[in-house]
């Protein structure tokens, strides 16, 4: 698997965080306490690795149940959370403190300390090893009674195990073990850090030991205030290295590079080892020690309280190189995906990006982030630049608009519409809003029409910007409103220029040729209107009436009643014949209505299906959203929808008959009743127009079939 997993984990472990705050993702999916350090482990455990084996698959189920199991059982406790390598034998001491007998063995030529006789049941999952990989791949709590192992302390104390820092595994586990220490620890109630040292560790010019201490001091930022709670074991001395431990401490120190002097929490953290070790070293024998002891001591130190305040998440170096290179390649993909235009693609990283910086709080993920969201942004204002480019071109400059030209302006707007959910969330305020394009195509039309209005029919310029806004029409419908108002104002002036014509010049012109012209314009100007209305014809002869067939209705009505109002035409055309062409039209519609009407009579009177009868009332109640066709159709539509009632309520009387029947001890007729209540059960939808009739009913054979079930109970409770 890709970072993907990791950056999916990431917006899981931010849901957990907002269900805390009362949020509620919309995914609907939300999570409780106990997994809310496993949810980053669930999905993620292996993001570094190209594609998922069973293997790995195992390996997440195991981190996920784990994870969840320890930060449940470590709640409100006081934990003992021990540090190291790995391989210095964090598994190996925890057995030893639950009370394990120990003894040498020889694994394949190897010298190892084993636990046998394993009391304590949650023991048996720690696993040791002479091997430099680490057996441990999650964190795990084991709580010991101290008096149980020969102490003197009362109480108990839980051992946290965890896997060791830059182990040999791979960076996806050492990325989750951090989350899951930084998450798990945040809920216990103290910690009391023990960091084991090996012999090894000091052995190989005191690398290991200068890693470890740069973990802990990033794990712990603060760590001056903490250095108290520090306790140091040592591990897999040889006895006559045993009292040559601080002094290789001292040559580290003496050692250390000016580079290294200069960060503050590194050195504090060396020179505590340093005193601490001077007073006492303890090196751990597995063997020969006595468990008690050692838990009574360290049940004395000091402990970290607030452990949420004080301990941060941290990646080593190596896995935030690995990081850092899967963050660059999904950069590259949203960037990619941008120039295609799939924002959906685009928010889905993006979201993941935010998220994952959230959760890991590296300076390069928020940086990578900002780029994207500056990459995005510049690109859709360069689309935007690009889309009045061409708009601009083809309105201003051409004589024929073509369709090509309109496919690139309507992809334009697709694309800006795709990205307003990725705008509206992630992207900044001025970056130019979808419905732009729209807007600045509005514009562009109105400045047309304006000039067009203070031209000459005549002028060639208004045919060719006539053309061209016909032709938008049939592309964006808005715009078809603006057309036909423009057509109809050059009408309406040229109608009115004519008829002053024959008028003022009469003794000049040929009156009969102009008459003729005249009235052959007023017929034109008719027939226009009948066309329009012809075109509809199709539309009208439909079987069903959806949304667009009464948009265009709606549209077609609107011209009627604009040249109805117009009080400029009243003089050159008859308002009658206009009204004549209306009535024809609406006279049609109103046809289609009451066939509506009538069809569901038909219903109420034979099967009486309130799914056949919901269609048909919801057509006749969008037709009705024509304002001329409600007035019309008041009388009819709440008469009808009266009927409807009553037939729910005859409803309600068959099915209190087929209850009486029951009280009488008569043949019980449960299938009727049963297809009765069925049947009511698809009237529901009623509700929408009539509140209280399907309440009403509803509620009554509640009562009817309680009632009748209370008195036959002990027929019941026999059968």
């Known amino acids: 698997m890709t970072i993907e997993n990791l950056l999916k984990a990431a917006e899981e472990v931010q849901l957990t965080d907002e269900k805390d705050t009362g949020m509620r993702h919309s995914y609907g999916r939300t999570f409780d306490d106990r997994n809310a350090s496993s949810v980053l482990i669930e999905e993620d455990v292996n993001f570094l690795t190209p594609t998922t084996s069973v293997t790995q698959k195992n390996l997440r189920n195991t981190l996920t149940k784990k994870v969840d199991d320890a930060a449940h059982l470590i709640k409100d406790k006081n934990i003992i959370l021990f540090f190291g390598e790995a391989g210095t034998g964090k598994s190996t001491i925890i057995h030893f403190l639950g009370g394990c007998q120990m003894k040498y063995v020889k694994v394949n030529g190897l010298n190892h300390i084993t636990p046998i006789s394993i009391k304590n049941p949650h023991l048996k999952t720690i696993k040791t090893s002479p091997f430099a990989q680490s057996e441990t791949l999650y964190f795990t709590p084991v709580t010991v009674n101290i008096r149980d192992v020969g102490g003197d302390t009362d109480g108990a104390i839980t051992l946290c195990d965890t896997l060791g820092f830059a182990n040999t595994i791979g960076a996806e586990v050492d990325i989750a073990n951090a989350i899951g220490i930084a998450r798990a620890v945040k809920e216990c109630k103290s910690v009391k850090p023990v960091v084991l040292i090996s012999y090894k560790s000091i052995g190989n010019q005191f690398r290991d030991v200068k890693e470890l201490a740069s973990v802990i001091v990033r794990l712990i930022p603060e760590i001056k205030d ?14 006559e290295e045993k009292g040559t431990i601080h002094p290789l401490l001292r040559d580290i120190y003496d050692e250390l590079r000016e580079e290294e002097k200069s960060n503050v929490s590194f050195m504090t953290f060396l020179k505590d080892m340093l005193q601490k070790t001077r007073r006492s070293v303890r090196v751990l024998d597995p063997i020969n020690n006595q468990p008690g002891e050692i838990l009574d001591e360290l049940a004395e130190s000091a402990s970290i309280f607030y452990p949420d305040e004080v301990f941060q998440f941290y990646i080593i170096e190596r896995s935030k190189t690995i990081v850092q290179e899967q963050v660059r390649k999904h950069q590259l993909s949203i960037m990619s995906a941008t120039k295609r235009s799939e924002y959906s693609f685009v928010q889905y990283k993006l979201a993941q990006l935010k998220q994952l910086n959230n959760l890991l709080g590296q300076d390069y993920i928020g940086q990578i982030y900002d780029e994207c969201v500056r990459y995005i942004s510049r690109h859709l204002s360069e689309e935007y630049q690009s889309g009045i480019s061409i708009l601009n071109r083809c309105l201003n400059n051409q004589t024929v608009l073509s369709i090509d030209d309109i496919e690139q302006y309507r992809t334009c707007i697709n694309h800006d519409k795709l990205a307003d959910k990725l705008r509206n969330d992630y992207l900044r305020k001025e970056v130019v809003h979808s419905s732009a394009l729209i807007v600045y195509l509005d514009q562009q039309v109105d400045i047309i029409i304006k000039s067009l209005l203070e031209k000459d029919i005549d002028d060639l310029s208004v045919k060719i910007s006539l053309d061209k806004i016909k032709v938008l029409t049939m592309y964006f419908s808005d715009i078809n409103v603006k057309y036909k108002d423009a057509c109809q104002r050059f009408s309406e002036k ?32 008719l027939e226009v209107f009948t066309d329009s209305v012809s075109k509809l014809n199709y539309i009208l002869s439909q079987e069903k009436y959806g949304n667009e067939t009464i948009e265009s209705l709606k549209e077609c009505i609107r011209m009627f009643e604009t040249a109805i109002s117009t009080l400029t035409l009243q003089s050159h055309i008859s308002k ?16 289609h209505y009451e066939w509506i009407n009538e069809k ?15 269609q048909l009332f919801k057509e006749i109640t969008s037709i009705r959203t024509i304002s001329v066709i409600e007035s019309r159709t008041n009388q009819s539509y709440y008469s009808i929808l009266e009927q409807i009632c009553g037939c729910i309520r005859e409803l309600r009387k068959e099915i209190e008959e087929v209850l009486n029947g029951f009280y009488r001890n008569e043949k019980n007729n449960y299938s009727g009743l049963m297809k009765s209540l069925s049947t009511l059960k698809h009237a529901k939808w009623i509700e929408e127009y009539r509140l209280e009739v399907y309440a009403d009913v509803i509620n009554n054979i509640k009562e009817q079939i309680l009632k009748h079930a209370f008195v036959h109970r002990h027929h019941f409770e026999d059968g």
């Not at 009658?576 to 046809?591: G, H, T």
């Open 226 to 239: 903490n250095i108290k709670a520090f306790s140091f074991i040592f591990t897999k001395f040889p006895d």
């Open 494 to 525: 040229d109608i009115t220029k004519l008829y002053d014509a024959c008028i003022v010049l009469e003794q000049h012109l040929n009156r009969e040729y102009m008459t003729t012209i005249y009235c052959e314009l007023k017929r034109y100007f």
């Open 576 to 591: 009658e014949d206009i009204n004549q062409i209306y009535e024809d039209f609406l006279i049609k519609i109103m046809n």
């Open 600 to 614: 569901i009579m038909t219903e109420l009177r034979g099967q009486c299906s309130f799914r056949e009868i919901e």
